[in-house]
């Protein structure tokens, strides 16, 4: 199950990646069509990446300096049409919902290893809790518990206790407050509720 979970989020994520850079590629094309001088920038810089790629498989020894330069002298023209136009910079970038794995759900850190990224995380983690049936616990708590829907009545014919509801349902409360806050002692011995349907095993807000 859990594997099942996770290669469809990662569908998910591969489906999010590709309409990123399928708008990145819209933008362009509009943009292009309306600024033709960036189609010719982006066309030089894309021949120096494909030039110095082919130099270095052939070991074709180059000036990197020089190239360097070039390159971040078109980068700067640019950055400079598109601020005259009014355009932010990463307006020629994709817009990945996580700039941290770029919608992949992993990326390389710094000993270069493929690690999961935090997205991805909360994302199964989200999944885990929503079938956990636990999901109202930011109003189902121990802070918004009230003890006034319960009786102060004592009778023990019918309540088969001694101290009234509310007294009762207090050192429950008590109980489970001390169960969580010992949850990592081993000595911690377990909770067990049951009765029958209508005995208030519920939470009530």
């Known amino acids: 199950m859990a594997n099942t979970t996770l290669n469809d989020l990662l569908i998910q994520y591969e489906r999010k990646k590709t309409k990123a850079e399928m708008d990145l590629e819209n933008r362009k094309k509009n943009l292009y069509e309306k600024i033709p001088e960036l189609l010719q920038i982006e066309e030089e810089l894309n021949t120096y990446?494909?030039?110095?790629?082919?130099?270095?498989?052939?070991?074709?020894?180059t000036d990197t300096k020089e190239l360097n330069k070039k390159i971040d002298d078109l980068k700067l023209q640019k950055?400079?049409?598109?601020?005259?136009?009014?355009?932010?910079v990463n307006y020629l970038k994709p817009f990945y919902e996580c700039t941290k794995c770029k919608d992949t759900g992993y990326y390389t850190d710094s000993n270069y290893k493929s690690v999961m990224c935090s997205c991805l995380k909360q994302k199964l983690l989200n999944i885990s809790y929503n079938k956990s049936n636990i999901s109202n616990l930011y109003k189902e708590n121990f802070d918004t518990f009230d003890d006034t829907l319960f009786s102060d009545e004592v009778d023990i014919s019918k309540y088969k206790f001694n101290i009234s509801?509310?007294?009762?349902?207090?050192?429950?409360?008590?109980?489970?407050?001390?169960?969580?806050?010992?949850?990592?002692?081993?000595?911690?011995?377990?909770?067990?509720?049951?009765?029958?349907t209508g005995l208030r095993k519920n939470f009530y807000v």
């Open 49 to 61: 990446a494909i030039n110095t790629a082919k130099n270095i498989l052939n070991n074709i020894t």
């Open 79 to 88: 950055e400079k049409i598109l601020e005259a136009n009014h355009i932010d």
């Open 165 to 196: 509801p509310r007294k009762n349902i207090n050192n429950i409360r008590l109980k489970c407050l001390n169960f969580v806050n010992n949850f990592d002692d081993l000595s911690t011995k377990n909770l067990l509720f049951t009765g029958n």
